[in-house]
């Protein structure tokens, strides 16, 4: 999943951002309201941890934001205050979970975890294309009956092409989505990416699923090249 944190607290939000990406999910961290209603605005986010104490617009004033921009990426708020009436307040600006400082991870896991479920009865959390199937809840991948095994860099890949079926993708979106970079290492990196996990999907009998598109980037399609 892609989550964005948003925390002012440095130490916090490094602690969010590394047990998260150790979970296998691409993080990224806005440090005030306006960045993070930025990067709303410019990504599609799994999940938004939002702490409710940040600088230049609050956790409160975002999620109110977002709702009524018709941004219905599940919200967990994060708070150092446990009263009912501040619990009260995070729901109704569109929260859909609070957590209190301090929380141990685990906790945090579990929140997370529930929040997927239960938005996967809108937003179906497996993803099918031809005879593949992408589990992004236990992110597990199988072709036919057979499970492939991936790296993490190589599941985010596959997952952003399975949301992207049949339309071809730019080397800078992948850049972006999937590397979190905002520039060209011009490198043969995201080649080597591509025929890795090609070469996976291939071995249990799905071939030539991902395709290269000369000159434009690379495509999730049926039948030949």
Same mark, same amino acid.
Request: proline fraction near 4%; charged fraction near 30%; aromatic fraction near 6%.
């Given at each position: 999943?892609?989550? +964005?944190? *948003?925390?002012?607290?440095?130490? /916090?939000?490094?602690? &969010?951002?590394?047990? @998260?990406?150790? #979970? %296998? ?24 941890? +939002?702490? *409710?104490?940040?600088?230049?617009? /609050?956790?409160?004033? &975002?999620?109110?934001? @977002?709702?009524? #921009? %018709? ?36 906790? &945090? ?117």
């Amino acid at each position: 999943m892609r989550i +964005l944190v *948003v925390e002012d607290d440095s130490q /916090t939000a490094r602690f &969010l951002k590394q047990g @998260l990406e150790e #979970e %296998g999910h691409a993080v990224d961290v806005a440090t005030d309201g306006e960045e993070g209603s930025h990067l709303c605005h410019i990504y599609s986010y799994d999940l938004i941890l +939002l702490d *409710v104490q940040i600088p230049k617009r /609050t956790g409160l004033e &975002l999620s109110a934001d @977002l709702r009524r #921009e %018709g941004i219905d990426t599940p919200i967990l708020m994060l708070t150092g205050r446990h009263s009912t009436p501040d619990v009260v307040r995070g729901l109704n600006a569109g929260a859909d979970d609070y957590l209190t400082k301090p929380f141990d991870f685990d906790e &945090l896991l579990a929140r997370v975890a529930a929040l997927t479920r239960r938005r996967s009865g809108s937003v179906s959390g497996v993803l099918h294309f031809g005879n593949l199937q992408v589990n992004r809840l236990n992110r597990q991948v199988r072709v036919g009956h057979r499970r492939v095994e991936l790296s993490p860099r190589e599941f985010r890949l596959l997952e952003h092409f399975m949301l992207h079926p049949e339309q071809v993708v730019t080397r800078v979106q992948l850049l972006q989505q999937v590397w979190d970079m905002s520039f060209d290492p011009e490198t043969n990196m995201i080649d080597a990416h591509i025929s890795n996990l090609r070469k996976k999907l291939e071995r249990y009998g799905d071939p030539r699923l991902l395709q290269t598109i000369r000159g434009a980037g690379y495509a999730l399609r049926l039948g030949d090249e």
